[in-house]
T-cell receptor, first 117, second 108 residues
Framework: GAVVSQHPSWVICKSGTSVKIECRSL??????MFWYRQFPKQSLMLMAT?????????EQGVEKDKFLINHASLTLSTLTVTSAHPEDSSFYIC?????????????FGPGTRLTVL | KNEVEQSPQNLTAQEGEFITINCSYS?????LHWLQQHPGGGIVSLFM???GKKKHGRLIATINIQEKHSSLHITASHPRDSAVYIC??????????FGKGTHLIIQP
């Protein structure tokens, strides 16, 4: 099946720094990328949706200037958490919608656990 | 917005028991997904359903579109089945809406 890689798998940073998370689809082209986050003991929540070459669409309550998404190519999308704060500590997962694969089939990156001190 | 409810939230069972996890949702959907999340956080897609029933090994998933309800069954449960099982609806260009998950522990 399709392979989705995500890097880094975990990161610890100081408050105020920025963290970039990369998500790559290795077998198929990702026309759309979903970014989810999961706080401890909570369900996964959609943060934003990006389409290759266009601006991301953010869910209500997600600050677009804080969570910068770049989807410049069909195999790479990045999420940058700018000026991270402890409340941004969460598990971030990318999920590409892959061209040529069943429209509803879901694939997920392995996730990035972010801890902001 | 779809509301996805799962039950039970936590389930501990003995090895070999038959397990049932339930999921209900509020708005009609094109597809429902059952996912498995391991302690490290990684998510694996188990099933995608739009109608009827699917079986894969010891796992069975059913869906009743009229009642907006789905169940995930595990037969002959094993400690390696211990994980969080998540029901999610939607997909395609709209992304998924997730339930809170069911924490399953199978004791030897």
């Amino acid at each position: 099946g399709a392979v989705v890689s995500q890097h880094p798998s975990w990161v610890i940073c100081k408050s105020g720094t920025s963290v970039k998370i990369e998500c790559r689809s290795l077998d198929f082209q990702a026309t759309t990328m979903f970014w989810y986050r999961q706080f401890p003991k909570q369900s996964l929540m959609l943060m934003a949706t990006s389409n290759e070459g266009s601006k991301a669409t953010y869910e209500q309550g997600v600050e677009k200037d804080k969570f910068l998404i770049n989807h410049a190519s069909l195999t790479l999308s990045t999420l940058t958490v700018t000026s991270a704060h402890p409340e941004d500590s969460s598990f971030y997962i990318c999920s590409p919608l892959l061209a040529g694969v069943s429209y509803n089939e879901q694939f997920f990156g392995p996730g990035t656990r972010l801890t902001v001190l | 917005k779809n509301e996805v409810e799962q039950s039970p939230q936590n389930l501990t069972a003995q090895e070999g028991e038959f397990i049932t996890i339930n999921c209900s949702y509020s708005v009609g959907i094109s597809a429902l997904h059952w996912l498995q999340q391991h302690p490290g956080g990684g998510i694996v897609s188990l099933f995608m359903l739009s109608s009827g029933k699917k079986k894969h090994g010891r796992l069975i998933a059913t869906i009743n579109i009229q009642e907006k309800h789905s169940s995930l069954h595990i037969t002959a449960s094993h400690p390696r089945d211990s994980a969080v099982y998540i029901c999610a609806v939607g997909g395609g260009a709209d992304g998924l809406t997730f339930g809170k998950g069911t924490h399953l522990i199978i004791q030897p």
